[in-house]
């Protein structure tokens, strides 16, 4: 009862904040591309059915809680295609006049949405896409990006490595794309932060099975004798994305060490087991809805949901351009239960967010660490700072 009160105190007062609003029907859309891909190493990994579109549910719930006190309604179109597919899902979406509209796509056809998204003035919020050049030279006017980008990832393991004094690193990375592109936000990271890489191998993805019998024991075998004669380091940092073998190297490491990365303690937006700031009630109700524990991807959307419900409720209007300015300006932050408000990076359109370090039950830290100063915010340590980016799409 008491809870409820105070709700509905804070729910009063934010309506006096913002004085007489107008009705507004927010209608939004998530689309969701799948992909044909391995199964994960783990079966703790299968992604449910409902990944992604779950977060959304929870938003539509809490952004229709505010919207009630100040006559907005909320409702978001959910829809799963192929990459073949997405695009006349896209038209379809568009047809209805949908201009708010959330993709979980991989970057080729991120990039091809937003710039067809781009004709009817919708904008796209990027949930999943971490590559380092859409927030740089091949950035767009109408994309903004919830997702951490690869920078931010690797900032945020390496800040950690050297608060802890780990400065010599042992670098193993895959060979898929992916996997190419982590291995170099990590350099970057190690040069940023006066790290020295004193090793810097790849390991070959030859494909098949990673959930059988040859699979584990093919890696086993392999590991130990990769990883043997290695300079003098402090840490292991693996760049897979492709979730091909960074998680067996905590254990199959020829001299033992610390494993940081895409394996061992993994940098990542949200996890089921994240219990501070508030953190602790945001995972009851996701759970009470969906009847499983949050992903990234969950967290993602709702965040970019949320990010729309918030901006509606400050401007009265769901006109995609007037929330864009606001929520690129000095006035927009955000509750994200991860200990500071969110906000964006007016150059580039990245959110500035805090990154759990996550060691696969609980957050052992979150970056930026104590220490790491910037002129501006804390979080503008992590990933591309202005000076940094190229994009020139929001001047």
């Known amino acids: 009862m008491l809870k409820l009160q105070m ?17 507004v029907d927010v209608k939004a859309a998530v689309l969701r591309v799948d992909y044909s891909v391995l199964l994960p190493i783990s079966r703790y990994d299968l992604p449910p059915p409902d990944l992604g579109l779950a977060g959304a549910a929870l938003a539509d719930e809490d952004n229709g809680t505010t919207g009630s006190f100040l006559g907005h309604t909320y409702e978001t179109v959910m829809r799963t295609v192929s990459p073949e597919d997405s695009d006349s899902a896209l038209d379809t979406i568009l047809a209805e006049g949908i201009r708010l ?20 003035e919708a904008l796209v919020f990027n949930a ?10 091949s950035c767009r006017a109408n994309l903004l990006h919830i997702a951490p980008s690869h920078g931010m990832m690797a900032d945020a393991v ?26 170099d936000a990590f350099r970057k990271a190690a040069l940023k932060f006066g790290a020295k890489i004193t090793e810097d191998r790849s390991f ?27 300079d003098a380091h402090d840490v292991v940092i693996a760049a897979d994305e492709t979730d091909f073998f960074a998680r067996y190297l905590s254990y199959h490491l020829w001299t033992p060490r610390p494993v940081m990365g895409s394996g061992g303690l993994v940098p990542k937006t949200f996890h089921g087991a994240h219990e501070a700031w508030g953190a602790t009630q945001f995972h009851t109700r996701f759970e009470a809805l969906t009847g499983r524990y949050i992903m990234p991807e969950d967290y993602n959307v709702w965040l970019a949901l949320r990010v729309i419900g918030e901006a509606v409720t400050r401007t009265s209007t769901a006109d995609p351009q007037t929330l ?4 690129i300006s000095d006035a927009f932050e955000l509750a994200a239960f991860k200990g500071q408000k969110v906000t964006f990076r007016n150059w580039n359109g990245q959110m500035r967010q805090p990154i759990l370090l996550h060691d696969g039950s609980i957050t052992v830290s979150v970056s930026p660490q104590e220490g790491f100063l910037h002129q501006r915010s804390p979080l503008d340590t992590l990933g591309l700072d202005q000076p940094e980016s190229t994009c020139t799409a929001f001047e």
């Open 7 to 23: 709700y509905m105190i804070a729910s009063f007062a934010l309506l006096l904040s913002v004085g007489a609003a107008a009705a």
């Open 101 to 120: 509209i959330v993709v979980i796509a991989r970057k080729d056809d991120l990039v091809r949405l937003t710039d067809k998204a781009a004709k009817s």
């Open 128 to 137: 999943v896409t971490p590559d380092n050049d859409l927030r740089s030279d």
């Open 158 to 183: 390496a800040q950690f490595a050297i608060w802890k004094n780990w400065r010599k690193w042992f670098l193993i990375s895959g060979t898929n794309p992916q996997d190419i592109a982590l291995a």
């Open 204 to 230: 070959e993805d030859t494909g098949g099975s990673r959930r059988t019998d040859s699979g584990h024991v093919l890696v086993q075998r392999q590991l130990p004798a990769f990883t043997q004669d290695a």
């Open 324 to 327: 864009k300015d606001y929520v």
